[in-house]
């Protein structure tokens, strides 16, 4: 299918380690967004790219966090020096700019 | 600083009746509001929406209300199927925004054949 697809899709990382989580979103969606899942909660928003520019990274927990779309197309989350608390879903969404929005299947990261 | 708050952690029903999900907002500059729904190890599907200038919207057996005074939108699902088992999410965005959605923490549905 055409979806949007996240890899890997399980990341374990030792504390300390930096990570790297990839989206492919649908093809020609301009809006991709960057989420995060605890377990047992909602997603939360982490960042908003259009195109390939970073419009809103107000949800980034830390600067630890750091996202990339240099192409306006696939589009990197990378953690540095992970913590336990970083443990979660992370998921990426794209939009063809309406409020509609559609998920990949999510990266479990657990960092030990 | 939950803006949407899904108070139900789960809610269980007999096949065929009917289901309602309920969802409490704080920010009145939301005015989009969505229910996804998740199965296990799947990202969220978009399931409906509903504008602030709206009401009610209604598709097949779902059908979403809005009460814009009380800051409360409910989702509710007749007949309900065991397919209908999941996680159902509230999402809301805000005016102007980036179309960022704030979530709910979700409530587990589950319907008993």
């Known amino acids: 299918g055409a979806g949007v697809s996240q890899s890997p899709r399980y990341k374990v990382a030792k504390r300390g380690q930096d990570v790297a989580l990839r989206c492919d979103p649908i093809?020609?969606?301009?809006?991709l967004f960057w989420y995060q899942q605890a377990l047992g909660q909602g997603p939360e928003f982490l960042t908003y790219?259009?195109?390939?520019?970073?419009?809103?990274k107000s949800g980034l927990p830390s600067d630890r966090f750091f996202a990339e779309r240099p192409e306006g197309s696939v589009s990197t989350l990378k953690i540095q020096r992970t913590q336990q608390e970083d443990s979660a879903v992370y998921l990426c969404?794209?939009?063809?700019?309406?409020?509609?929005?559609?998920f990949g299947p999510g990266t479990r990261l657990t960092v030990l | 600083d939950q803006q949407v708050k899904q108070n139900s952690p789960s809610l269980s029903v007999q096949e065929g009746r009917i289901s309602i999900l309920n969802c409490d907002y704080t920010?009145?500059?939301?005015?989009?509001f969505l229910w996804y729904k998740k199965y296990p190890a799947e990202g969220p599907t978009f399931l409906i929406s509903?504008?602030?200038?709206?009401d009610k919207n209604e598709d097949g057996r779902f059908t979403v209300f809005l009460n814009k005074s009380a800051k409360h939108l409910s989702l509710h699902i007749v007949p309900s199927q065991p397919g209908d088992s999941a996680v159902y999410f509230c999402?809301?965005?805000?005016?102007?925004?980036?179309?960022?959605?704030?979530f709910g923490a979700g409530t587990r549905l589950t319907v008993k054949p």
């Open positions: 509903i504008s602030s200038i709206k």
């Open positions: 093809s020609g969606h301009v809006s």
């Open positions: 920010n009145s500059m939301f005015d989009y």
């Open positions: 790219f259009q195109n390939e520019a970073q419009l809103d």
């Open positions: 999402a809301a965005s805000e005016v102007g925004g980036n179309n960022d959605m704030r």
């Open positions: 969404a794209s939009s063809l700019d309406s409020h509609e929005q559609f």
